[in-house]
């Protein structure tokens, strides 16, 4: 089976879905405010999630271990971020074809904050272990046959007074195509330059940090859905619990919706 057509099965049966809250949009926006302007910062943590949902999709149908690696200086944030499930799941590639794994990805990042913008370059890579498929050597970068898929977005970040996020962004390169001559979106040769925006609003109520957000897509894509709509809607809640006077917990939960592929997930965040 051609690589492009595995895409297109993969979108269909996990439908990479994203919890808005501990992506790597958001952990470099909390790098970023913890750093001083002109100063050299080094970040290393890991979060423990029951289920890894990103943008309103699930990636693994299972609890997940996410480390995260960074350094940051005059605006600039340059890291690394994983996901790595604790359970293996079986994916159908067809009617008869299936592969059993554990979903890993590894994605590298480069962004550049100016006062309430972000500008950000992501590199994901999660590719399915068939040896049958090409591209599965993490230095493939040709764009027909790479497991590599670059994204370009811009964070809008408002300021305390109006705590308001707005976030968009496109696949530029590598492993989103769009159509083929049936009309399956990722089985083609083209890139499709997958689009998402989302719009969130980060208030607080009694030390709990509350983010609703609203996210969707304006045209179909392997990557989010076949058709433009809602993806991402719901609600996140935060709270750090302390554990001395100078350390604590950050844990959070957040209750995603996703009306493109009619599904709900309730998601439990630890931060370490």
Request: hydrophobic fraction near 40%; avoid cysteine.
């Amino acid at each position: 089976m051609k690589k492009r057509k595995l895409f297109y099965y993969l979108a269909l049966t996990i439908l990479w879905p994203a919890i808005p809250g501990f992506s790597q949009e958001e952990q470099i926006l909390q790098d970023e405010e913890k750093a001083s302007p002109g100063k050299v910062t080094l970040n290393v943590g890991a979060d423990l999630v029951s289920r890894y949902i990103w943008r309103g999709i699930d990636f693994g149908n299972s609890a997940a271990i996410q480390p995260t690696l960074s350094v940051d200086a005059f605006g600039f944030s340059l890291g690394a971020w994983g996901s790595y499930a604790f359970s293996r799941h079986t994916l159908w590639l067809n009617d008869t074809a299936s592969v059993d794994y554990s979903y890993t990805e590894i994605d590298l990042f480069l962004s550049y904050t100016y006062k309430y913008f972000t500008l950000m370059l992501v590199d994901y890579y999660a590719p399915i272990p068939v040896d049958t498929l090409p591209g599965i050597n993490y230095f493939n970068w040709n764009n027909r046959s790479t497991w590599h898929t670059l994204e370009v977005s811009l964070i809008l970040n408002g300021p305390d007074r109006f705590p308001i996020q707005f976030l968009a962004a496109t696949l530029v390169y590598g492993a989103d195509k769009g159509k083929d001559s049936t009309g399956a979106y990722g089985a083609g040769t083209q890139n499709n330059y997958s689009t998402y925006f989302e719009l969130s609003y980060l208030f607080t109520v009694r030390g709990f940090g509350i983010r609703p957000f609203i996210g969707g897509i304006p045209f179909g894509s392997s990557w989010y859905g076949s058709s433009a709509g809602i993806n991402n809607l719901g609600i996140t809640v935060r709270k750090e619990i302390p554990v001395s006077k100078k350390f604590s917990i950050p844990v959070q939960s957040s209750l995603v919706f996703n009306p493109l592929s009619k599904k709900a997930f309730l998601v439990f965040t630890l931060s370490l």
